[in-house]
């Protein structure tokens, strides 16, 4: 018996021994985790106001850090001196001639927004015989340039007449100067039909929006909205085609190219208004259509007349035509019954606020 239960012992301790020993193995394997200091931090959840002041704090900081380019902020309404050298390379017809009809311009007045030098303004003033073409825009220089480029094709026309010798414009300059607005020679063949005048088109105030006048059957704007929109907003926008919605008399065209938005971008930095400006935008060039025929503005129709082919991408934008109710016979015969009471100088009464072309 006492044999018996020795066995019995070894037995016993000998199956504890093991478990003892599998248990001590499984703890090793498997270490008690302990918590260790984690580097991210755990806040409170932030109320709705807390967060929105948090991100436009966040916005203003990243505004100040925002560098403009003051060398380039002469050229912040797109007045650029050299601008149809590099749309018109090689001195190339500008294509969008090609999508223009005569019957628009013949024998009407026509407004040129944002004329740059005038090349374009000229083109149509000598080859689809409008009756007056007033070339329009702020940057005074070009305005400068657009009358020395009157005064050349003047010379040439009164040395084709009068037979100059080639010796006086050399010696003493164009021999005419360009007749003045408001002092309209009889005829009205290019080119004594074209004028160009420095001024603003964009209004102050309403008041001086509900006070224009109809004074054209033509009326471009082109490649000019992004300036406008970029320098003045949305408001800026909006004033500007009321205001040329107001100016034509019933009947009356505008032709329109506007820049898609995403050309703003690389001009949104030239000064802080046109960077704050940008990131309010909300009538995007996409919407201008639908907003001329809404009841805002008033047209009556819009055409799409061409998307003229160019070399550059970027300047090839579709050209659209908006026509205002009425018609243009009628009010052209109004109008010339009226023209000795009118100065063509009337299109450049506006506020200090500035616009200008491509």
Not at 62 to 68: D, E, I, L, R
Not at 90 to 107: H, N, S, T
Not at 118 to 134: M, N, Q
Request: glycine share 8%; net charge positive; proline share 4%.
């Amino acid at each position: 018996q006492r044999c018996g239960d020795r066995c019995i012992d070894v037995f016993i301790y000998s199956v504890c021994h093991r478990r003892c020993l599998r248990d001590t193995s499984w703890g090793q394997d498997r270490l008690p985790v302990v918590p260790q200091g984690s580097p991210v931090k755990f806040s409170r959840r932030k109320s709705a106001g807390e967060s929105r002041r948090s991100i436009n704090a966040a916005r203003s900081a990243a505004s100040k850090q925002v560098h403009f380019r003051p060398k380039d902020a002469h050229f912040q309404y797109g007045n650029y001196n050299r601008y149809y050298g590099y749309r018109n390379g090689g001195g190339q017809e500008d294509p969008r001639l090609k999508a223009m009809k005569a019957e628009w311009f013949r024998g009407r007045d026509v407004l040129d927004i944002g004329c740059n030098v005038g090349h374009l303004t000229l083109s149509l003033a000598r080859d689809f015989e409008p009756r007056k073409v007033i070339g329009l825009d702020i940057d005074g220089g070009l305005i400068r340039a657009a009358r020395r480029n009157v005064r050349h094709y003047l010379t040439a026309a009164l040395a084709g007449e009068m037979r100059f010798p080639v010796s006086m414009a050399i010696c003493h300059g164009p021999i005419a100067a360009a007749v003045l607005p408001g002092r309209q020679a009889e005829s009205v063949t290019f080119p004594n039909n074209v004028f160009f005048v420095e001024g603003n088109y964009i209004v102050e105030n309403k008041a001086q929006l509900e006070a224009q006048q109809e004074e054209f059957d033509m009326i471009l704007c082109l490649s000019l909205t992004k300036w406008v929109h970029l320098n003045w907003g949305d408001e800026g926008v909006r004033l500007l085609f009321k205001r040329m919605y107001r100016q034509l008399r019933p009947g009356g065209r505008m032709l329109l190219e506007a820049q898609p938005f995403h050309s703003y971008t690389k001009k949104k930095k030239l000064t802080e208004t046109t960077y704050k400006n940008f990131h309010a935008i909300s009538l995007r060039p996409e919407k201008f259509n639908e907003y001329l025929l809404s009841p805002e503005v008033g047209f009556a129709t819009c055409e799409l007349v061409d998307t003229p082919s160019h070399a550059s991408k970027g300047f090839q934008r579709p050209l659209y035509l908006f026509t205002k109710a009425g018609s243009l016979d009628e009010s052209r015969a109004q109008a010339r019954n009226n023209s000795s009471r009118n100065d063509s100088t009337n299109c450049v009464q506006s506020g200090a606020a500035k616009e200008s072309g491509r």
